[in-house]
């Protein structure tokens, strides 16, 4: 393999993988700017978006395009009744930041084991009309791997102006800024929270079905994700979308990188936890 | 001795085990405030190291065991130094990646590890013929003794004192003249031992040991029982275990009869309710079956 085509792979196969990665690093920055703990719960999310999709898609025959947007619906509602039933109860009662993460971690295997109750431990593919195989750089790639990433770059950007540019953005950044202050100018803090928490599940939904589009839908789709989605948001800064789009480019170059080198796909992600937790100690990040 | 014999005292053996785990997460939350989220890491590290010295240098159980606590020591050391100065959650995101790269490595390292295919065979230290689980029960049942009277001890001990002043406001024993990242590197380290020591104690239980008997879900049924029993209180640990651990791997399945085209959806059942337990437990009681009792600890 000479150079030029080692670099090219990298960044071509390293784009597709971060592409899902960056809306889930999006979805899971929110809802940590706005609450401030790192929600586990969120990979269920990742991993109903997939199945939400596959139930349209395979079980009732519609269109893989079609079922995206039911399923990103779907997944953004389950987020709402999870801050609903479970975590705004939780706020309110005083439970200590330690405390919401364990709670996150029960509601996650609550999901989890709940879905695979009701989905088998079977795995789902997804059915596409056509695929076809195109050359990028030339890396081949299938056309619904390249719509994909068209998707994915139109949805980041589209959350990005949301809550950059648009008054329910920048309600949303005032309440999770200084919650006191906000509700003082008027702002209703159930009614951005209930927004925020749906656009956060919606977004970890898409992030789900795209990867799970690349290969195949599994009950642990998510909660494979769920440590690198953690280490993007954290080293990205906290609510910050361009640094979880840096971030996610980098993750995804670096284990296509490490993935062309060697044998082992495990390698990439020690490589990358390893870096991770080194840009943690530099960086002091108050997570 | 017809009762405790075969499966039983394996199961019994291993419930000791996940108590003392849930003993030393208690030590390290509830007195210096540490969330380790890694636990699992340090558990299959002493395991691992152990059936590696064991298996491929040969040396004898003393020996290979005191080896093993050592390195596993070390680690703690090196991962102490790089993130218990930073905040809680990043801790809790270090400790976790911590642990996923022990278990990666042991899938990877073949040469070592046998990958998935499993490493053994590992042996007792000794052999007392057909009473030789007995006793192996009975040496973990006495660390254990031990490791709960400690914990005790120290919650009394001015050290412990000295301890749980960091967890409460280490800025302010910090101005008291303390050297609190020094004494929490040490009580890590020291407490990442003892999780070493209770993996190396039950690698020749496993007799074989296998990559995916160290994942997550060890860390979390543990972090789960915690919780559920009581995570302030000295027999919280063990009570959250027999509540979790003891009444589904032991009694359910051991004892309940369940047809065996249900046999593999029983862990989903179980981790659901796992899951569901910790959620009641964490909005409803929050300081666990056992509650708050006002002389614990210092006020």
């Known amino acids: ?127 596409f009309s056509s695929t076809s195989y195109l050359k990028v750089f030339g890396i081949g790639v299938t056309n619904i791997q390249l719509i994909c990433i068209g998707l994915v770059a139109v949805i980041s950007i589209g959350i990005y102006f949301f809550i950059y540019k648009t008054n329910y953005g920048e309600k949303m950044r005032a309440l999770a800024d200084n919650e006191e202050l906000a509700m003082i100018s008027g702002i209703n803090p159930t009614k951005v929270s209930l927004l925020i928490w749906f656009i956060a599940g919606s977004s970890a939904g898409l992030a789900g079905l795209f990867y799970g589009s690349f290969s195949f839908v599994s009950s642990s789709l998510g909660w494979n994700m769920i440590l690198i989605v953690i280490m993007v948001s954290v080293v990205g800064g906290v609510g910050s979308i361009r640094g979880a789009l840096v971030a996610s480019a980098f993750v995804g170059i670096v284990t296509s990188a490490v993935n062309l080198l060697s044998s082992n796909s495990l390698y990439g992600d020690i490589v990358l936890l390893i870096i991770f937790i080194g840009i943690l100690k530099v960086r002091k990040v108050r997570v | 001795m017809g009762l405790l014999s075969g499966y039983v005292i394996y199961s019994l053996s291993f419930l000791l085990i996940y108590i003392a785990l849930a003993t030393i997460l208690h030590l390290q939350f509830s007195i210096t405030g540490i969330v380790n989220f890694g636990l699992v890491g340090f558990w299959g590290l002493g395991m691992y190291l152990f059936a590696l010295l064991q298996t491929k240098l040969a040396l004898p159980f003393l020996p290979a065991l005191i080896l093993a606590c050592a390195l596993v ?30 278990e990666y490595l042991t899938t990877t390292e073949k040469w070592a590890t046998n990958g998935v295919m499993g490493l053994g065979t590992i042996k007792m230290p000794f052999d007392f013929g057909r009473s030789t689980d007995q006793v192996f029960f009975l040496l973990i049942l006495l660390c254990l003794v031990l490791l709960i009277l400690y914990t005790a001890k120290l919650k009394t001990s001015p050290y412990g004192r000295l301890l749980l002043s960091i967890k409460d406001n280490e800025v302010l024993a910090q101005s008291l003249g303390k050297p609190t990242f020094r004494h929490k590197i040490i009580f890590f380290t020291f407490t990442c031992i003892l999780i070493g020591f209770f993996g190396a104690l039950s690698a020749p239980l496993y007799n074989y040991i296998f990559p995916r008997m160290i994942g997550p879900g060890v860390t979390f049924t543990i972090w789960i029982a915690l919780m559920l029993g009581g995570r302030t209180r000295l027999l919280g640990g063990m009570i959250g275990i027999v509540a979790t651990v003891g009444l589904f791997d032991y009694f359910i399945e051991t004892v309940v009869p369940i047809p065996t085209q249900y046999a593999e959806m029983v862990p989903n059942f179980k981790f659901a309710l796992y899951g569901l337990m910790l959620i009641l437990i964490l909005m409803f009681r929050p300081l666990g079956i056992l509650g708050d009792k006002k002389k614990e600890g210092v006020k």
Do not use: C, H
């Open chain 2, 73 to 102: 020591g070390m680690t703690a050391l090196l991962l102490g130094r790089v993130i218990l100065n930073l905040d809680g959650q990043a801790i809790l995101v270090g400790t976790l990646a911590f642990a996923t790269i022990i």
């Open chain 1, 1 to 127: 393999m000479t150079l030029s085509t080692f670099l090219s792979s990298t960044l071509v196969l390293g784009l597709l993988e971060a592409a899902p990665l960056v809306l889930a690093a999006i979805g899971f920055t929110l809802i940590y700017r706005l609450n401030g703990f790192t929600n586990v719960a969120y990979a269920e999310n990742i991993t109903l978006g997939a199945y939400f999709a596959v139930i349209f898609n395979s079980l009732l025959g519609w269109n893989f395009y079609a079922s995206i947007i039911p399923a990103a619906l779907l997944s953004g509602l389950l987020s709402v009744v999870t801050y609903l039933v479970i975590f705004r109860p939780s706020f309110r009662r005083g439970v200590g930041k330690t405390e919401l993460i364990i709670l996150s971690v029960g509601v996650s295997y609550f999901i989890r084991y709940g879905s695979r109750i009701l989905f088998g431990n079977d795995l789902f593919n997804f059915n």
